[in-house]
């Protein structure tokens, strides 16, 4: 999990100008540009000291001692990744504690001091190795900041990353990708007794010299993060690109808008291709935690993670963390094939052929959108083209993928889509930009023709590729939702599914279950198992484990316990402005091990709680301290629910929930959902 500090065009420096002018051409991509986008998918590797302290930020003072993995495998976590349908893997060879997963010559904070291998092992090596065995291309994700290094924030700690970054760039072959995350200064030991923060100016890194070392020794090698980078970051940790996305950056922004809003979309009057990468982990955390054993994201999440970032003209970039044992888990291993199988299956067979008709304005080169080569393309006569494709026959398809020709530039500004069923045309979608790819998820729709008009452009059109497909559709997991009162609710997507539940633990099958007809009460500690069944059709099991009843427990401000107690991730408590904290009274003394605080959930979201405090009383009057000061790591950019246990449980009455700073300064508190874990 790692804090970014949004990237103002301003500190792109030489990477980012001031926009075209219409005597300007499109900006357009290298070839190692247009190469790396076409990978489409690949992944992501956090694995290191925190595996083993629990932790997502490591403070510095961890000891290489902990490092002692039982069983890895760097060729499992390879031939999981191969069969996923990656294609190459980025290694975090240093995280933000410091820790080095290679013998570097210039720390002793790394491997060569653990047991590992009686520190003789070198887990670069080792993981690189793994990948080309596989055919997989190489990554390495090197942390600047260093919260073991004693020189951190002074110049002597910039020769010490050079070095380090030397070392990983001529030591293990090519590489595809490098990238420098953009967490920097905070809390850490930095090589002395005492945990203290670090700050560093904007300018404490030369970026333009560090990614100048990349290009010399690494020429064909991807840049991410710092100043001079080859490609961005999404601006969100969840997994979704802007349905308007632009691979260019630069040009006009309103000042008013929040920069990751804007690294979501791109600009269309940018002057440099910046193309996006979009990073999202299959779990909560970015580290393996066996407390989210159980919270590994469902297939119909998986599938959003694909269309929404390759579908909307980005490139997925999926985290998998081996665990303590230094494997890929069983079932996310499991849940990443499922996932490239369903996906490939989807998009596995095109319906438009190269026999069926097609026709335009300026219909020279037209069959090259319809003949399956990516570097063949049709360029439009004018601004505005519509293309028709006559199928000569009813097709029923519930995808469809567009691809413009990028290499020449993203030019596609807005596009609607109709079809022709029973004599008339009925529109079927009205989007924006395509870019190197866009799928679009269709209702299922029934025609003998097709026709898709360009309605804008920043120049003619360049398109490469229309392609048209079915894809039977999965059965989403049940919702589980059990009220303040301790009634369930149990629903489901698809209105013609029947609905199985369990409360007794035992493993859900279609005949142990209990048909769901209505709702019902389940108050106290419970586990409540359900599945969609239609047909033949099944979908995964969906489970919630409830604690105690929060049917007598109230709040100050009184009207917070309707929306934070709910079960409802889509509504928010919001505090007054100034007032950025919530008590809630138990009705009796309770004995609390901690405490599950969901931020709000909305896209544009209100405030969420960085830096927070607990407090806990019997009588509201005189208030004991359980955190005081401590930071939800890095929820601006992933904000899931935040888990928190106490290092001893407490006996009180009442608990008060301080926000002490928020996600942008912001002068409110906001609670989508709040649990106190009771025993």
């Not at 009686?118 to 919260?147: H, N, Q, T």
């Not at 898709?452 to 039977?472: C, D, H, R, V």
């Not at 029947?498 to 709702?519: A, C, F, H, S, V």
Request: hydrophobic letters at 35%; aromatic letters at 12%; glycine letters at 8%.
């Amino acid at each position: 999990m790692r804090l970014r500090k949004l990237i103002c065009i301003a500190t792109l420096g030489l990477c980012l100008g001031s926009g075209m002018t219409e005597a300007q051409t499109l900006p357009v991509p290298t070839p190692n540009q247009v190469e790396w986008q076409r990978m489409e998918t690949i992944g992501f590797i956090h694995y290191n000291i925190n595996t083993y302290t629990d932790m997502e930020w490591g403070y510095g003072n961890e000891s290489p001692s902990l490092f002692n993995p039982t069983k890895l495998d760097c060729r499992q976590w390879a031939r999981t990744f191969k069969e996923a349908g990656l294609k190459g893997i980025i290694f975090t060879a240093k995280h933000h504690d410091g820790f080095c997963l290679w013998p570097s010559a210039y720390t002793e904070h790394s491997v060569k001091n653990s047991p590992w291998k009686d520190g003789k092992g070198d887990l670069v090596r080792e993981f690189v190795d793994a990948c080309r065995e596989y055919d997989l291309k190489v990554g390495m994700y090197l942390s600047p900041w260093d919260c073991n290094h004693p020189e951190y924030g002074r110049a002597g700690y910039i020769t010490y990353f050079k070095n380090q970054l030397k070392e990983l760039l001529t030591n293990y072959g090519e590489l595809f990708e490098f990238w420098f995350d953009g967490a920097n200064g905070g809390r850490g030991y930095y090589g002395t007794d005492s945990l203290h923060t670090r700050k560093i100016p904007s300018d404490y890194y030369p970026w333009r010299e560090i990614t100048d070392m990349v290009k010399k020794y690494q020429p064909n090698c991807i840049v991410h993060g710092g100043g001079c980078a080859d490609i961005r970051w999404v601006g969100n940790e969840q997994g979704y690109a802007g349905e308007e996305h632009w691979s260019m950056m630069g040009g006009q922004v309103d000042p008013k808008v929040r920069m990751n809003q804007i690294l979501m979309r791109g600009t269309p009057d940018g002057n440099t291709w910046l193309p996006s990468e979009t990073d999202v982990s299959i779990r909560p955390g970015w580290y393996w935690h066996a407390s989210e054993d159980h919270k590994l994201w469902p297939l119909s999440k998986f599938m959003n993670f694909y269309y929404e970032s390759v579908g909307r003209n980005s490139l997925l970039l999926l985290n998998i963390p081996p665990n303590k044992e230094g494997l890929i888990s069983t079932n996310d291993s499991l849940r990443l094939v499922q996932w490239h199988q369903l996906y490939k299956k989807e998009l596995s067979h095109n319906l438009i052929t190269k026999k069926m008709g097609i026709e335009s304005a300026g219909d020279k080169k037209l069959k090259n959108c319809i003949d399956g080569r990516e570097d063949s393309y049709w360029q439009a006569p004018d601004l505005t083209p519509v293309i028709e494709i006559d199928f000569k026959k009813e097709l029923t398809f519930n995808r469809l993928m567009l691809r413009e020709h990028i290499r020449e530039g993203q030019r596609v500004k807005s596009f609607k889509v109709e079809a022709f069923h029973g004599g008339k045309w009925k529109p079927v979608a009205e989007e924006t930009t395509i870019g190197n790819k866009r799928i679009l998820r269709l209702f299922e729709i029934t025609a003998s023709r097709l026709r898709i008009a360009i309605t804008g452009a920043l120049a003619a059109p360049q398109i490469s590729e229309i392609q048209l497909f079915y894809a039977e559709t999965q059965l989403d997991k049940p919702i589980i939702k059990r009220r303040k009162n301790g009634m369930v609710y149990i629903q489901s997507a698809n209105k013609d599914a029947k609905i199985y539940y369990t409360t007794d633990g035992t493993k859900l099958t279609e005949q142990n279950g209990i048909l769901y007809q209505e709702p019902f009460m389940a108050d106290g500690i419970q586990y409540i198992q359900a599945m969609a069944v239609d047909g033949k059709k099944k979908s995964e099991t969906e489970e919630r484990r409830f604690a105690h009843s929060m049917d007598a427990w109230t709040t100050m401000p009184a009207n917070a316990a309707n929306t934070i107690f709910d079960e409802n991730e889509n509504s928010t408590w919001v505090s007054p402005v100034g007032k950025k904290e919530l008590v809630v009274d138990l009705a009796a003394e309770k004995t609390i091990r901690g405490f599950h605080y969901l931020p709000d959930q909305a896209r544009w979201s209100r405030g969420i709680a960085v830096k927070y405090e607990v407090e806990v009383s019997f009588d509201k009057q005189s208030w004991q301290k359980v955190k005081t000061p401590v930071e939800f790591s890095n929820i601006q950019n992933n904000p899931v629910n935040q888990e928190i246990l106490f290092d001893v449980p407490v006996k009180a009455r009442y608990f008060r929930l301080k926000a002490l700073t928020t996600v942008g300064q912001q002068n409110n508190f906001g609670v989508a959902e709040l649990k106190i874990l009771i025993d």
